[in-house]
């Protein structure tokens, strides 16, 4: 059972203003905050995503998409509260309207027993330019519930607080309206924290003046936008003091020893301009500095060889990794050894770094996947193929006719170079006769399906014209970056829905054949569904998603951007 029943709806229509107090996420949460959300300026993201024809798109002939995505928001409200709201848009645009409301939503540890997280939340709204006729209507609302004996009322701080019984006997949600602000939370604790705040201004260190949120902040790039902020040491704090999350403590080590110690994650959706739909700016901040494996990435230019040599016409996405290959068998080794929770993996790593070491020194430090799509669209229609650059041939080559012969792999020959493959058929229950193939060509380590690996061997030297979106994408060039993508969201949306139909049909072929009594229950619970219609609508809408990853001393960055379609 949660201690924080604020849902997605409640998120959405819960958020701030300015008053006696300035209700930011940086001056409401207090300085222990485990999760932070916030939307402002919203009105200018959702005016881009119209303009570009996303709202549209995703619609279709249904006029009433928008009020049925809305309805789903508010649908677990308090009900005299969601029919206010309700009634309160009207005929407007829903979402035009809801976004012009600057929102903001927090949890943070709480003393607070028999709960599934020692936690409370608390969300807020700033009703804007609705705040007189909006407000007029909640404020009837809640009378009405008050009297109906719907609403449990108590004062806090001198604020008349509605408490509704959103689930189990337990499961409470406070509500308060004190104009222009609406205001939620999970106890009457997270209630008076949140009144305090707006009458008198932060009692404690608020989130805002924290060391963390200063990092988050700078990897943000700003302050309007959606906001999405998350403390994993919080985090863990909470869910090892729950009753599932013992374990926690004992593993704990061993994680940060693997992926070290993450004081704050953090990323901003924002609107874009001129092509642009959308940015994306975050990462993670480390004080420590990386650690375990994230040492062997490493900043490096992201032009690529396997990317001129492989991307044709057909090529959908792009990724390239800086990858110390080499010293990855030392980094693993101190890995192990920088934990005793580990011990008992020290000696089959002693046995199998000999073999691991053969296989990766020859190896370089650019990996890249290419993906791309033969058609007309089939279930096998999306190829993927792994490019690692090989530094020393011959060591390659010796390394794949010792070791892969040991794992099982078959060798053959075809078009003048060995393939290296295993099926992966029967490993897991209704996987596909598929294989997995390795070969040593062109100064490539080349690894995908069967289908894949055999494309690139016909493909060597060809050096087939690359599509415009990708000779022009913003990372094509020959800047530095940890990890860098490009996609045609387009083509890619389309595509993977229409395979993922494919397979589906084909597994429930499958499953109706071997057992028709199965497949007469699971066929009652699937209903038609748009995906296909609405993926086919975004595919005309969205172009290139373009991003990348940078890694400084203590912090990791990312940074994307969504180009529309010409």
């Known amino acids: 059972m949660s201690s924080i029943r604020l849902s997605l709806s409640t998120l959405f229509l819960i958020t701030p203003a300015a008053l006696a107090a300035d209700l930011r996420i940086e001056t409401a949460l207090p300085e222990r905050t485990a999760i932070a959300v916030s939307l402002t300026g919203g009105a200018d993201l959702h005016a881009r995503l119209s303009d570009a024809g996303v709202f549209e798109a995703m619609a279709g002939d249904d006029e009433d998409a928008q009020q049925v995505w809305v309805d789903a928001l508010i649908e677990q409200m308090p009900g005299p509260v969601a029919d206010a709201i309700t009634q309160a848009i009207g005929d407007e645009d829903p979402f035009a309207v809801l976004s012009a409301m600057d929102i903001g939503f927090g949890a943070w540890p709480a003393d607070v027993k028999g709960f599934a997280l020692p936690a409370e939340g608390a ?54 309206h004190v104009s222009p602000w609406l205001i939620a939370g999970s106890t009457e604790s997270a209630m008076d924290h949140m009144l305090e705040v707006l009458q008198d201004g932060p009692a404690d260190t608020p989130l805002g003046e924290t060391e963390a949120w200063v990092e988050a902040s700078a990897m943000m790039k700003g302050n309007s936008g959606l906001r999405l902020v998350a403390f994993p040491e919080v985090i863990q ?11 926690l403590g004992m593993i704990r080590p061993v994680t940060g020893a693997v992926l070290g110690q993450h004081e704050v994650m953090s990323l901003r959706v924002s609107p874009g301009e001129g092509d642009q739909i959308l940015n994306l700016d975050g990462g993670s901040w480390m004080p420590g500095g990386a650690v375990g494996l994230l040492l062997p990435f490493q ?71 290419i993906s791309w799509i033969e058609r007309p669209i089939t279930a096998d229609s999306m190829q993927s193929l792994f490019a690692v650059d090989v530094q020393d041939r011959q060591a390659m080559a010796d390394a794949l006719s010792g070791t892969l012969a040991e794992a099982g ?50 493909h060597l030297g060809s050096r087939a014209a690359q599509p415009d979106w990708l000779v022009e994408a913003p990372s094509s060039g020959d800047m530095a ?72 001393d203590t912090a990791i960055t990312i940074s994307a951007t969504v180009i529309a379609a010409p």
């Open 409 to 458: 792999f078959e060798s053959r020959e075809f078009v003048g170079h060995e393939i290296w493959s295993i099926t992966t058929a029967g490993m897991l229950p209704g996987a596909p006769d598929q294989t997995t193939a390795m070969a040593a060509a062109g100064g490539f380590l080349l690894f995908g399906t069967d289908a894949s690996v055999e494309w690139a061997l016909r």
């Open 123 to 176: 969300a807020w709204m700033n009703l804007g330019d609705k705040a007189a006729e909006l407000g007029a209507a909640i404020d009837e609302a809640l009378n009405a519930a008050r009297r109906q004996g719907d609403a449990e009322s108590t004062t806090v701080r001198g604020v008349d607080v509605d408490k509704f019984i959103i689930g189990g006997p337990d499961d409470l949600l406070c509500f308060a």
């Open 481 to 552: 970056a940890v990890i860098s993508g490009v996609m045609h969201l387009g083509d890619m949306l389309g595509t993977i829905q229409r395979i993922a139909e494919l397979e589906n049909a084909r597994i429930a072929r499958a499953l109706q054949a071997e057992d028709p009594e199965l497949w007469e229950l699971l066929s009652e619970d699937t209903g038609d569904t748009d995906a296909w219609e609405e993926a086919q609508r975004l595919a005309g809408v969205l172009g290139v998603l373009s991003w990348q990853v940078d890694r400084e």
């Open 299 to 369: 900043q490096g230019n992201i032009a690529s060889d396997a990317q001129r040599m492989f991307a044709g016409p057909d090529t959908v996405s792009v990724l390239r990794m800086n990858v110390d290959l080499p010293g990855l068998p030392d980094i693993v080794g101190a890995i192990i050894k920088s934990s005793p929770m580990l011990f008992m993996a020290q000696q089959p790593w002693d046995q199998m770094k000999p073999m691991v070491e053969t296989f990766v020194k020859p190896l370089g430090t650019q990996i890249t996947q």
């Open 237 to 247: 704090d909470l869910y090892q003091l729950s009753p599932d999350g013992q374990m």
